[in-house]
């Protein structure tokens, strides 16, 4: 009888003693920072061909009352969580009770009519443009663990919003607006509570006995470990998730449930073949780019091996799912540790069962004189986030915000190293300097055009106060000191540096660009944050 390859090579290292102690000695040392008495930790878990081959755990699980990790210890998965909510929604699609492609609204009505149909296939994938709710109830000041949020405050952000980030399946924008909206048409389909249609479809056919929602955060969960982040004070503090939500994240598992999960993209026991292919279904622009993400997966590769992933982190919880496919491997890392880095740790521990790398190709680099790197010195826009990038030459080398450019020719750079981003420069104009693209992997590309510093001469002409309906807040920005400042009840003060004209940025990476009425009067601002373009606010009269 003919033994498959993954199953040989497991039978092989299960049936070498000193290999499996070399293994299990090299994933101790990947988590020896956290395997001690006194900090919390990580469990892991490793199977190739469906047979585990490795379970691990290190830390404590309740510093409080002395508890360790363990193999059965229930973590919180973060956003590894997506892709059993992209699940469900496949399942009624096999029901015939919904279509990928439909409008959401047909099924969310509460949701504003944008022009373009959103579809359920554009929540999926992250290409609808809603805004991040999180985001903008962070830009209110109530930033995700400061109140109880439920499904229906998520409706009540997103009802509120007047504009999307951009056209629906033009970009690729994370959203957990989007995972949220997938939960309740679950529930609003099914005629049934979303964690009860996914235990009865997913958890239980898969014998996933360990894994629940957590929909109601005050529900006693047996075993489960707390979740803290490491304070200033060099201390483990408690930083629990104090909210409803779930859909994006809530999933409430072991690392052993996470390979049953696993598992069933080899068996198809829950939805078949038809349900594997489908979530790993990557995504398709308008423009025709294909990109990584899928559906709660993320299609991809790691040190040119497929792989197939999605990180998580909630509150104090990390988390890290990842399979390749080509070796039947799969590694589960689950942490209730904010410091602890479950991607990082995931692929390192992923390095020890992958076949060795091969030297990646060295790159011809392009010599060129101080002067033609000169030439591309200053600062750069974001066209699609208005996020300045400042480029400058340092001990004979272009950076970008401290990252190297590595020259291939006087036109094209790579942004960070051989295998970074590919940076191509616009042919410059007479006395003007020339644009940019960086272009990933994928073949997404950003346009970046030069601006100009800008200091502005009445640092006045912008103080007074500007609300926004679609965050329900106010922000007071006056002059304090020589220095413009943003003020947010109850506390909150911010320091706006100017960038380029009627720009500012703050320490945290917003950005602020105003906006003018006929007569040069500042009238408003658009703030631009990680997943939140362009948040209108209109300055207040006096």
């Known amino acids: 009888m003919k033994i498959p390859g993954a199953a040989l090579a497991a039978a092989l290292w299960a049936g070498s003693a000193h290999a499996q102690a070399d293994s299990v000695a090299r994933v101790d040392s990947i988590f020896s920072r956290w395997s001690a008495l006194d900090v919390p930790g990580c469990a892991v ?6 047979r585990t081959l490795l379970t691990r755990a290190y830390g404590m699980a309740d510093l409080e009352h002395d508890v360790a990790n363990s193999a059965e210890t229930v973590f919180e998965a973060g956003s590894v969580s997506k892709q059993f909510t992209a699940a469900a929604v496949v399942l009624l699609a096999q029901d015939g009770k919904l279509s990928l492609d439909d409008p959401v609204r047909r099924y969310v009505p509460e949701l504003p009519d944008y022009g373009a149909p959103i579809r359920i296939r554009h929540l999926l994938n992250h290409t609808s443009g809603l805004r991040d709710w999180g985001t903008v109830e962070e830009i209110a000041g109530w930033p995700r663990g400061t109140r109880t949020y439920t499904h229906a405050h998520v409706l009540d952000i997103v009802g509120r919003q007047r504009a999307i980030n951009f056209p629906p399946g033009s970009q690729y924008l994370y959203s957990n607006t989007g995972y949220n909206l997938l939960a309740v048409i679950v529930e609003r389909v099914s005629g049934m509570p979303f964690a009860r249609f996914t235990r009865e479809r997913i958890f239980q056919p898969l014998g996933m006995t360990r894994t629940e929602w957590r929909d109601d955060y005050t529900r006693v969960v047996k075993g489960r470990a707390q979740a803290y982040e490491m304070g200033d004070d060099g201390a483990p503090h408690l930083q629990m998730p104090f909210e409803n939500v779930h859909g994006n994240g809530g999933l409430l598992t072991t690392v052993g449930d996470l390979l049953r999960w696993d598992e069933n993209f080899a068996t198809g026991r829950v939805g078949g073949r038809a349900l594997v292919d489908e979530l790993q279904r990557r995504g398709v622009l308008t423009g025709g780019r294909r990109i990584e993400y899928a559906e709660g997966l993320v299609v991809t590769r790691w040190r040119g091996i497929p792989e197939v992933n999605h990180s998580g982190a909630t509150a104090g919880y990390r988390a890290w799912l990842a ?65 300045p990038v400042r480029l400058a030459v340092r001990d004979g080398r272009l950076v970008a915000n401290s990252q190297p450019l ?6 094209r750079f790579r ?34 055009e030069p601006v100009e510093a800008w200091t502005p001469a009445n640092l006045a002409a912008f103080a007074g106060e500007y609300r926004s309906d679609e965050a329900e807040v106010i922000y007071t920005i006056a002059v304090e000191s020589g220095k413009l400042v943003l003020r947010r009840r109850p506390d909150v003060r911010i320091e706006l540096t100017p960038v380029y004209r009627d720009a500012f940025t703050t320490e945290n990476g917003w950005v602020l660009r105003f906006t003018r009425d006929r007569t040069g009067r500042v009238n408003g601002f658009g703030l631009w944050v990680e997943r939140v373009r362009g948040l209108r606010f209109e300055r207040v009269p006096r």
């Open 45 to 50: 878990t490793v199977a190739r061909g469906g």
């Open 406 to 411: 590595l020259p291939l020719s006087a036109t």
């Open 415 to 448: 942004l960070g190293g051989p295998e970074g981003p590919a940076v191509e420069f616009e042919p410059a104009s007479a006395g003007a300097r020339a644009g940019m693209r960086v272009i990933a992997a994928d073949g997404d590309t950003i346009a970046y």
């Open 323 to 387: 399979r390749y496919p080509e070796q039947r491997l799969t590694v589960a890392v689950l942490c209730n540790a904010a410091q602890a880095n479950a991607v990082t740790f995931g692929r390192r521990v992923a390095d020890v069962f992958l076949p060795a790398r091969a030297p990646a190709p060295a790159l011809p680099q392009a010599a060129l004189a101080e002067a033609e790197l000169s030439a591309r010195a200053g600062i750069y826009r974001n066209t699609r986030t208005n996020v």
